[in-house]
């Protein structure tokens, strides 16, 4: 109670305000207000919580952690409403990946032959040419627009699929030389200096693994009409949980692939990390754009059971009839969004338990505080850290797909989520993962009454005239909520201090 005095005086004069305010407003404004909140409020936690983990195990603050978000909701949307998008690119990436691996797993014994850092510098030079030599020669002229263009708000108008693909015989080149691409690609991926680490797996597993990777990527193209057929033909539940699945697992595999390649190289260097970190979050939207193109597009169907045109009297009652919204105190509140919150609290409990209840959970929480001494009990870190940066990927993707019903998909979705996780992690103190939970909560909650009374106004008990604020002031609320705490707790609210 001692140490906390100041911020336990900030919080009664919080909720002293907030019975104030509330005491003016009907119970059913309130209530909507405050789930709309919570709202909000579950898809910055889904953002924030993956920030969060990254940096109290890795010390790495991911600006890219955006783009995860975005690449989500346009893989979701794609899965939902044009898989003959997935079809046509997937089988690029899982040969690249799938040659690297392998590549990278033998390009120890390829870099131990080159002793001189001259010639290091000279063959990494070589091969970052071929593999980009390679890669333009393989995707030059693919019709990626014509392939996207699926309804008539995308570019160019509708493009059916027969007019939209190229020849098998094309694309079979084009996977062939991606896959010839994925060997350089690899060997620069190689550690190139003899690190004190644990062995790595057999070369089998590896074999077994690219191979699998490989097959994967030449079955998905041999199989793109049919698939293409089913998949559209499949449920609109189906395909949202398909959706939600696949842009999950995009976020994971986009996360190892960041955390590979770019930010494993600068660990214990910040500046860098941030930089580096910065420019992709550019680079990213901008591919993004370059598949999915910059216009936004509306919001992907939620699934049917939230469809039903009418409102449920009660929540027991919605489980038969289906609607698309729910009676809360007298007023309508659409039930997509109470499985928008649904699904945070179930995040924040699997997430939790993880931590808590599992052996991963022990040793991530146990390199938090020193990763040099797990590496010395025999567990490989670095595989930790890889696995904790997949996870808070794809917890930010799942929070895409999610939101794509909600709010539609645009580009710049992930900057607006991504500045909003920020300061909820922040307020909650930089690594607390029950930090990060109360910080999203505070932040939806400020947001939500915020743009309430941009809307309706506020009547101040000594004021008899209501007073109106612009949006400004509602997006201004969180960061003015972030200094209030700082200024009290500068750690933030579960933050420790550093000695």
């Not at 057999?202 to 293409?228: F, H, K, S």
Request: glycine residues 10%.
């Amino acid at each position: 109670m001692k140490k906390n005095r100041g911020l336990l005086i900030v919080v009664a004069i919080a909720v002293v305000l907030l019975a104030t305010v509330l005491q003016g407003m009907e119970p059913k404004v309130w209530m909507s207000v405050m789930l709309s909140g919570a709202t909000l409020a579950a898809l910055y936690f889904l953002v924030a919580s993956g920030l969060s983990l990254i940096f109290g195990l890795m010390d790495v603050l991911n600006f890219a952690h955006g783009v995860f978000f975005v690449l989500g909701a346009y893989v979701g949307l794609s899965t939902f409403m044009n898989p003959r998008l997935l079809f046509n690119t997937l089988p690029f990436l899982f040969v690249v990946i799938g040659a690297a691996v392998l590549a990278q797993h033998l390009g120890r014994n390829f870099w131990g032959r080159v002793h001189d850092k001259r010639t290091r510098q000279i063959v990494s030079v070589a091969l970052m040419l071929a593999a980009a030599g390679i890669i333009i020669l393989a995707l030059r002229g693919f019709p990626i627009r014509a392939i996207n263009a699926f309804n008539i708000t995308a570019v160019g108008g509708a493009v059916s699929t027969a007019e939209a693909q190229e020849p098998m015989v094309a694309m079979l080149r084009r996977v062939s030389l991606l896959l010839l691409a994925g060997v350089p690609l690899g060997l620069l991926l190689a550690p190139k200096e003899h690190q004190d680490e644990l062995p790595p797996r057999p070369v089998w597993q590896t074999a077994l693994i690219a191979a699998v990777a490989v097959v994967i990527g030449y079955a998905l193209l041999l199989v793109r009409d049919p698939g293409e057929q089913f998949l559209l033909a499949l449920s609109p539940d189906l395909r949202f949980l398909l959706a939600l699945l696949l842009g999950t697992i995009a976020g994971a595999l986009a996360g190892v692939l960041v955390e590979t390649a770019l930010i494993r190289p600068f660990y214990g260097n910040p500046v860098t990390q941030l930089v580096l970190t910065l420019g992709l979050s550019i680079a990213g939207i901008d591919l993004i754009e370059a598949v999915w193109g910059e216009e936004g597009n509306p919001p992907m169907p939620p699934p049917s059971i939230f469809n039903a045109s009418c409102r449920s009297d009660t929540l027991l009652g919605w489980f038969s009839e289906h609607c698309q919204s729910i009676d809360v105190l007298g007023r309508a509140f659409p039930t997509y969004r109470l499985f928008i919150i649904l699904v945070g609290v179930l995040v924040f409990v699997a997430v939790g338990l993880l931590l808590r209840r599992t052996r991963i959970g022990m040793i991530i929480r146990a390199g938090v505080q020193d990763s040099e001494m797990v590496q010395a009990l025999g567990i490989n870190v670095r595989q930790v850290f890889t696995f904790v940066f997949a996870l808070g990927s794809a917890l930010a993707a799942m929070g895409g797909v999610i939101a794509a019903p909600y709010l539609g998909v645009f580009p710049a979705m992930g900057g607006i989520f991504q500045l909003q996780a920020f300061i909820a992690v922040v307020i909650g103190g930089m690594g607390s993962y029950v930090g990060a939970a109360v910080g999203t909560i505070i932040l939806g909650m400020a947001r939500a009454f915020g743009d309430h009374f941009v809307a309706a106004g506020i009547t101040l008990p000594f004021l008899d005239a209501v007073i109106k604020g612009s949006p400004a002031i509602a997006r201004a609320s969180t960061v003015l909520i972030m200094a209030i705490v700082l200024l009290v707790k500068p750690a933030g609210i579960f933050g420790k201090k550093e000695n």
